[in-house]
Structure formats: structure tokens, C-alpha cells
């Protein structure tokens, strides 16, 4: 996928500050640590464009990114090991149902899993929520690059099983090697067509 541009818009608490030029979104969840910053900046070829950080739970709002002046990259707060109070974090769930629910743009919610470690309940309550909701995933298995190609297929079975997918629909993603990179453009560029 060739990036013309991407470029930081704007962040919102709820729907008052969501883009309403009716472009198609595509949002990004997963639990604090599962590298979701990384894998956008990755899939842009902009290093800097989704702040990282080696504090879980940067991300506070819902980021917009508008790519290619087409449609929009939506970044949504990570959920579980976040270091942030309990107060703030409670109000994440809200905001995020909010968007998710209500924003009449969204196309399909790209769910990260960190291929090293079985599903928390966190990530099992977003994948029942997203399934009893209707509301299309594309399960990506981040950090590819950090299991051997033999150990693969049993990790995958693992998050597929937590998910109730099939192995095979699960999209493997290093963010350093660019692997599963033309993979997850082909799934975004089908939910951004529809």
C-alpha cells in the first residue's frame, strides 16, 4: 500500500469531537502492552506518528489519523496493565463503548493479540462484545517476530480457540520486520471499501 500521507487529526473524548466527514474508519484495541502504536507507525512507514511509549496506557483518548485523505486510523485506549488510576481507566470503557456503538463511520475494529501470551479476560469480554454487537474484527497476532516459525502454529491455535476463530484468519504481525504487513492492508482496504 503506497502511503501518501497520514496525519494526526484529532483526539476526542466522545461523539462532539469524532470527524464528521463521513470517510471510513477503521479503529485499533488491545490491551495496554500489545504494541498497537508500533504497528500503525508500521503500517504508515511513520515512525513517529502514534506516540510509543514503554509505559503502558499512553493513550487516553480516541486518536484519529486520517491516511491518504481517504479514511481514518482510529487509535483507542489499551485495556489491562495500563498504569494509570482506576478512575481514569473506568472512563475508558465508556468512551470506547461510545465509539464503537455509536460512531456511524467505523468499519471494522482491528483486535491485536500478543502472539506470546494467551488472551486475557479483557481481551475475551472485547471479542464477546464486539461477536453479540455485530461488529466486524480482523484478529492480528502482534510480536510475530518474537516466537520461532515452528512454536507458531501452537500459539496461534491458542489465541484462535480464546477467540473462536480458525488459525489460518488470524494475521501474524512483526512491527520490526514488516511481516504480515500486505496481509492487514488487504483486510483494511476491504473494510474501507464496503
Keep these: 500500500m503506497k502511503i501518501t500521507s497520514a496525519e494526526f487529526i484529532k483526539a476526542a473524548v466522545n461523539s462532539r469531537g469524532w470527524p464528521k466527514d463521513g470517510k471510513p474508519q477503521v479503529a485499533f484495541a488491545g490491551r495496554s502492552n500489545v504494541g498497537k502504536s508500533s504497528l500503525i507507525n508500521s503500517l504508515v512507514n ?48 465508556p468512551m470506547i463503548e461510545e465509539y464503537l456503538l455509536q460512531c456511524p463511520d467505523l468499519r471494522a475494529v482491528i483486535f491485536l493479540l500478543d502472539i506470546r501470551h494467551e488472551p486475557g479476560d479483557h ?22 517476530d518474537k516466537i520461532s516459525r515452528g512454536q507458531r502454529h501452537k500459539h496461534l491455535k491458542v489465541l484462535a480457540d480464546a477467540v473462536g476463530a480458525d488459525p489460518r484468519d488470524i494475521i501474524e504481525y512483526s512491527s520490526e520486520t514488516g511481516e504480515g504487513k500486505p496481509k492487514l492492508w488487504d483486510a483494511i482496504k476491504s473494510a474501507v471499501s464496503q
Design 46 to 93: 511513520r515512525r513517529g506518528l502514534v506516540k510509543t511509549s514503554s509505559t503502558p496506557g499512553k493513550t487516553r483518548e480516541v486518536n484519529f489519523f486520517l491516511i491518504n485523505g481517504e479514511y481514518y486510523f482510529v487509535d483507542l485506549p489499551g485495556f489491562g496493565y495500563a498504569r494509570v488510576p482506576g478512575r481514569v481507566q473506568a472512563d475508558w470503557g
Design 123 to 144: 481481551d475475551r469480554m472485547l471479542n464477546q462484545w464486539l461477536s453479540g454487537n455485530e461488529i466486524p474484527a480482523v484478529y492480528v497476532a502482534t510480536k510475530a
